[in-house]
């Protein structure tokens, strides 16, 4: 039940056009959603709670505080190599 903010400052943001099972999002909108959407940490990724003194279920959510006035879009067109 405890959240931690932490604000990074960023110059660019890229952005996958293929969502990993390879279907295309689509819209730059659709791209944007994708970035910020909450993900689930894989157990060994898992934040130890101090109260109850084990790793707990877990999520990150990346979300943009603020905006300037010119924001650099990368648009990632190829996928890592399997």
Same mark, same amino acid.
């Not at 943001?13 to 990993?20: E, T």
């Given at each position: 039940? $405890?959240?931690?903010? $932490? ?25 944007l ?8 940490l #894989?157990e ?8 109850? #003194?084990?790793?707990?279920?877990? $999520? ?23």
């Amino acid at each position: 039940g $405890t959240a931690s903010t $932490t604000l990074d400052p960023y110059v660019s943001v890229s952005l996958d056009i293929a969502s990993p099972d390879g279907a295309c999002l689509g819209t730059l909108a659709g791209c944007l959603a994708h970035f910020t959407r909450r993900e689930a940490l #894989a157990e060994s990724e898992r934040f130890h709670c101090s109260r109850c #003194a084990r790793k707990c279920e877990s $999520t990150k959510q990346m979300a943009f505080h603020t905006l300037s006035n010119v924001v650099c879009l990368h648009l990632k067109r190829f996928g890592p190599r399997s």
